[in-house]
């Protein structure tokens, strides 16, 4: 079955700490795989994604994930967090072909304290 | 470029009532999404459409939820009659159809209280 497994369900960092958040997924096939971010009270947003090429992505307020296929996993850094990083982060996959609907993890709750 | 739109934010109903949400895609997206988000939990798929056909309605509750895009491009969600389980954020998304780059993009969410 195609799923999408968040190891972590609640962080709690000081500011510049560094972050990870654990991704694995089971999908059969090529996969494009995301990772989202929701400010308390705001929508979903797109913080980077993988289609295809160099494992390592680089996202918007210095994010990054790497993904390793052999491992199928996705994971999500940031060397240094900040208060303002304080949020749910969501990691999905889905399939190539256009219109393949995103299959979600549970989320990770990060909260930054400074 | 204007994003997803949905309406009402909010909605306070009793249980057994009905609600109905709706949503306005990106222009020009094909696809259209219906998630429901309950806290606590990663959004799930609930019915998928593609202009005006239905793609994937597998994990809709169809004995009270149903959904509709008539023309291929705004769409409204309906919860009829409604369970206090049903308390949750429904998402609309939309993206293009596109050989590759499949990336979805989100509504604000209309958030639901069923008491």
């Known amino acids: 079955a195609q799923s999408v497994s968040q190891h972590n369900h609640h962080v709690i960092l000081s500011e510049a700490a560094s972050l990870e958040l654990g991704c694995n997924y089971s999908y059969g096939g090529t996969v494009n795989l995301f990772w989202y971010v929701q400010y308390p009270g705001q929508h979903l947003q797109l913080l980077l994604k993988y289609f295809s090429g160099d494992p390592l992505v680089k996202g918007i307020k210095g994010f990054e994930a790497e993904f390793i296929k052999s491992k199928f996993s996705f994971n999500l850094r940031k060397p240094s967090v900040q208060w303002s990083d304080t949020a749910e982060y969501f990691c999905a996959v889905n399939g190539p072909q256009a219109g393949t609907a995103l299959i979600f993890g549970k989320g990770t709750t990060l909260s930054v304290s400074s | 470029e204007a994003g997803v739109a949905q309406s009402p934010r909010y909605k306070i109903i009793e249980k057994r009532q009905s609600v109905a949400f709706w949503c306005n895609p990106i222009?020009?997206?094909?696809?259209l999404y219906w998630y429901q988000q309950i806290l606590g939990q990663g959004p799930k798929l609930l019915i998928q459409?593609?202009?005006?056909?239905?793609?994937?309605d597998s994990q809709l509750p169809k004995d009270r939820f149903s959904a509709e895009r008539l023309k291929g491009v705004d769409s409204t969600l309906k919860i009829q009659p409604a369970k206090l389980e049903d308390s949750a954020v429904y998402l609309c998304?939309?993206?293009?159809?596109?050989?590759?780059?499949?990336?979805?993009?989100f509504g604000e969410g209309s958030w639901l209280t069923v008491v």
């Open positions: 222009s020009g997206h094909a696809t």
């Open positions: 459409f593609q202009n005006n056909g239905v793609v994937d």
């Open positions: 998304a939309s993206s293009p159809r596109t050989a590759s780059g499949n990336t979805i993009y």
